[in-house]
């Protein structure tokens, strides 16, 4: 009956139910969910497929000790740009939890302090709700909810840089920007200050005949730049999406760079930001009239009206 009511709300009894951490015998790492939003091999998908044994325990990955420490076993060493994002994320997540010489217990998630039966499972059936993450405030639908993420994460400091990756002792190393070898490379560096950045960002202001920021405090900032100035709201949402393209081709670039020994000139970079968020706007958004000629000169008042 419960599995009944389960598949009609489409709550999953897998994803609600959630394991608590005592000595980790009886829960498997990467399949039942114990920690974070959901199991690990759902949420970093990239390293369940490198883990060498997808059915570990917890404690199989725990090495007591003090501190003890998470200690992962691969196939492989994690080696590409996402992978390595996401051992830096599942180390954060990691970071502080531990096991201990009690037995696991099971809890319904997000309310662990409830002993679990079957009539406050119903209850929670009942009451099944579509909660609203916390939403990112610039997410724009006319750009790909993959630059959208890769902005998001970046606001908030979480992209894969050296300096987040050595500050969670994954790198071992130098921690300098690739590109001009003068300064750590922090979110910021890499996406604003690094004069590779800085360059990219000048060809697009100028295109956009958008004054250049004196004054950034924060990357937010930069991808918001059109929300202070005069202009109908499409045109502001038109500059967000724009923003938030060149960021990602900034990222691809240094990635290009680390993974690829790849240099990539500042004015190639500008141009792919130009002809990308040509085609994804004029696919994605309700703008009529867009022509691949007028946007390169970014000649296109009459639409925006
Ligand atoms: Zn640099």
């Known amino acids: 009956m419960l599995e009944k009511d389960f598949s009609r709300s489409n709550l999953s009894l897998e994803a609600n139910l959630k394991s608590v951490i005592g000595n980790g015998i009886s829960t498997q790492f990467w399949v039942d969910f114990w920690i974070g939003t959901g199991p690990l091999k759902d949420c970093f998908k990239d390293l369940f497929r490198l883990a060498n044994n997808k059915n570990a325990t917890v404690s199989e990955y725990f090495q007591q000790g003090s501190p003890g420490q998470w200690v992962l076993q691969w196939v492989r060493e994690p080696v590409t740009a996402q992978e390595l994002q996401q051992v830096c994320d599942l180390q954060q997540l990691l970071s502080g939890v531990m096991c201990t010489n009690k037995k696991d217990g099971w809890v319904w998630k997000g309310a662990e302090d409830t002993p ?21 405030p610039l997410w724009n639908k006319w750009i790909s909810p993959k630059i959208n993420i890769f902005c998001w994460r970046a606001s908030m400091n979480r992209i894969a840089s050296k300096e987040s990756l050595t500050h969670r002792g994954i790198l071992v190393g130098d921690t300098l920007c690739p590109r001009c070898g003068m300064c750590e490379e922090s979110t910021i560096h890499l996406l604003w200050d690094c004069f590779f950045a800085k360059s990219v960002w000048w060809e697009i202001f100028i295109w956009l005949k958008i004054p250049f920021p004196v004054q950034v405090s924060s990357f937010q900032q930069i991808l918001g730049v059109a929300l202070g100035m005069n202009g109908s709201n499409r045109w502001k949402k038109l500059i967000g999406a724009i923003m938030q393209v060149a960021a990602w081709e900034i990222w691809k670039a240094r990635n290009e ?8 000139h500042f004015i190639r970079t500008a141009d792919v930001i130009k002809e990308e968020s040509f085609l994804l706007v004029s696919s994605r958004s309700n703008l009529c009239n867009l ?15």
């Open 116 to 136: 679990l039966s079957v009539a406050f499972v119903r209850t929670k059936i009942q009451a099944v709700d579509y909660q609203n993450e916390v939403e990112w």
């Open 291 to 305: 022509v691949w000629d007028r946007w390169k000169e970014f000649n296109i008042r009459d639409v925006m009206l």
């Open 257 to 264: 760079k680390i993974f690829k020994e790849r240099n990539v």
